[in-house]
């Protein structure tokens, strides 16, 4: 069967309602994704019929839920190419990088100086910034070259004077732009550093496997994918599972306990005390059964054609892109800013058309100063976008010219 | 067209250029309110004379709605005293843009209420 968005829509309820009187055009994909049934229907299902706490009470509900969970760590971490062993469940890539800066410290016994970028969401950047403010150590941020990507070179230099710590987005969820994980990757580990990546936004739209690139620790959001919110996940590489410190202790990630000592389960599960997100690794499994009977490489596909037909219809003279004029650099994202009328109140004329898109800092301030403004507008697509969508934006977009 | 649109269309003409725009030079009070999860950014400048705001001008990095908020919020406190100028609601401003705390553009509505309130309020404790 070949990639029909038509077809995929049938599965989204949400994209039949009507806003403003205008069926919805949904484009802010980038700040979370619409669910489909399947995994709606997977969260009831497991409520009503399988719902107790997992890996406790010997009792069959709880090994039927137990088995589900345990069958959804599977598919979440083969999603990704990884042991399911080395996934724990998170409850969003701002919880995973939040958790890095606790968990690597304590790894490596020392202060750690960390290299990120501008081009980072705030929480990859914050987090790291209260860790050396904390604990001591040394936070350097470096720049983007001229085609939007990080600098290579600069990351060389600083990671030849010594760094602990290279963590750095995937895709960029302003520009849309892809820094190249695997380049970076092996060049941490050449100078003797860790390697972190944000993967908010690429894990969702393009192929993207861990044993091919080999990063040591991965944070990502279940609710960009098709997944419901509150569910993420955090990859930590095989070779340091077993040598990381539990940060949140409790229940659920001891085998044994004596007043004067405890034993920790077994990993990953020493990782996540308490009752865990059963709904919410369910409803992800469940969406990432759906992405992979789609095929990621389709849905990247699907979006670059989005991308292609969204860049030839904006007038040059009113309309200026962010990030690279090829729109093959755009990874399903694009942001841009129309001559004279603020990212607001662009976003409030679409809005009145039905059509949802985000404005503003976009949670990465630093990165949208750099590009010299202090908001845009943006528009992010998914599966079940449609070429027919983009020409509703242009033609929304075109009222705007009796603004100027 | 829709509603929205006119309403949009509305501003637009009567806040483009908006009235009060600009700064005043030897202001005795300058206060400057920024919303960073939006970007917008207003600068308020106020003459003083006795416990009477005599006049007052704004600028700004701002969008439409949070421009115009800026203008008209202006209009109703020249002349005011500065309790006056205090005592002025949210929901009045808020009203004026027909929305409330709930509505999308509540932040943009009230970021100079904010920044009047930062540079008034110092004044009255003295
Ligand atoms: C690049 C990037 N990193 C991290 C995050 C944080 O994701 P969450 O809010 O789900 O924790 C986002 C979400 O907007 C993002 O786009």
Redesign the pocket.
Known sequence: MGFDPYVIREDFPILKKEINGKSLVYFDN???TQKPKQVVEAIRDYYFNYNSNVLRSINTLSSQATELYIESRKKIARFIGAGEEEIVFT???????NSLTEIIPKLLGRKLTVLTSIM?????LLPWRRMVSEKGGRLIVVGMNEDYTVNVEEIEKNLENGCDVLTI?????VLGTMNPVKELCKLAHKHGSLFVI?????IPHIPFDVSEIEPDFV??????MLGP?GI?VLYVRKKFVEKIEPWDLGGGMVKTVTLEDQVYEDVPFRFEAGTPNVEGVIGLATAVDYLSRIGVSNIAKHEADLVKHLMEGFDEKIITVHGPLDSTKHMGIVSFNVKGIHPHDVAQMLDADGIMVRSGA???EPLVNALGVNAVVRVSFYLYNTLEEVDRFHESLRKLRGFI | MSSQEDFMRELVRRFKNPPNYGEIENADIVSEEADYSCGDRVKLYFKIGGNRILEAKFTSEACLFCNASTSILLDLIKGKTIEEALSLKEEELLSIFKTDSKGPRYRCIILPLRALRKALKGLKLK
């Open positions: 980038a700040a979370t409850k969003n890539a701002t919880e995973g990088l980072e969401h705030h929480s990859n987005v995937h895709v960029s969820n944000d993967a908010a936004q690429s944070a990502f959001s279940g609710h960009k919110t993420g976009l949670c990465a």
